[in-house]
């Protein structure tokens, strides 16, 4: 599930540049799309209905077709969606018909974690590069990359024009972090720091934080007097 998150946060990443009208609500949703419909092709599905992606996904088929519609005619009326083709088109619209290098920002357990995850390519992403400032992280290897130190960050991005960073260091930093990567130009961010960045408005900025997604499910968690 945790990787799910993940793949729609970084797909929001990288959402259309020259649509900016679309509320960016909807270009969160299409990832959502994609799952699902992805799911069905390895079930054998060829075609599916806006009624029956939203039973999968509990959204109304009213607002899927809504949500589609923002980016062209996919369906025909009584035959529905062809999975295969929905999908590629959702892939061209989320720019995932490349893949994205990507650095990560700080070697501790989660840096490495994402590191060693080998799910990324496969949806549209390859993590290339990791830094961290700890000496005794750098040149160390993880899934066939060297921990490069924080002092080659400024150089590296502007070199390989990358242009997505998992921001995996502590919140005292994640801010001043940031303006460096900002400054290197990177124009995605997915942070995992609990903390708020500042970014100008060229920069797209994903969070993913277990503990706040807790507390907004504590909300609903009915304890054992309330039953």
Request: aromatic residues 8%.
């Amino acid at each position: 599930m945790m990787a799910i998150v993940i793949f729609a946060q970084f797909m929001n990443l990288i959402a259309p540049e020259n649509i900016p009208e679309i509320p960016d609500i909807v270009i969160g949703r299409l990832p959502v799309y994609l799952r699902a419909l992805n799911r069905m092709h390895i079930e054998g599905k060829r075609t599916t209905s806006s009624s029956d992606l939203g039973r999968r996904l509990d959204i109304s088929s009213a607002q899927i077709r809504k949500d589609l519609s923002h980016f062209g005619e996919f369906g025909k009326q009584g035959t529905g969606y062809h999975i295969q083709h929905l999908v590629k088109e959702l892939r061209e619209i989320l720019k995932l018909n490349r893949i994205w290098p990507v650095a990560v920002i700080g070697a501790g357990f989660l840096g490495h974690a994402l590191a060693s995850y080998n799910g990324f390519q496969e949806r549209g992403f390859q993590i290339q590069w990791v830094f961290d400032n700890n000496p005794e992280q750098i040149g160390k290897i993880i899934n066939d990359i060297e921990i490069r130190s924080m002092k080659l960050l400024e150089k590296t991005i502007k070199e390989e024009k990358v242009k997505i960073a998992l921001l995996a260091v502590p919140a005292i930093h994640a801010q001043s972090v940031t303006d460096r990567l900002v400054e290197a130009g990177i124009q995605g961010i997915l942070n995992y720091a609990p903390i708020n960045l500042v970014v100008p408005d060229h920069v797209n900025v994903g969070y993913s934080d277990p503990v706040v997604q807790l507390q907004h499910m504590a909300y609903y968690i009915k304890s054992d007097d309330e039953l």
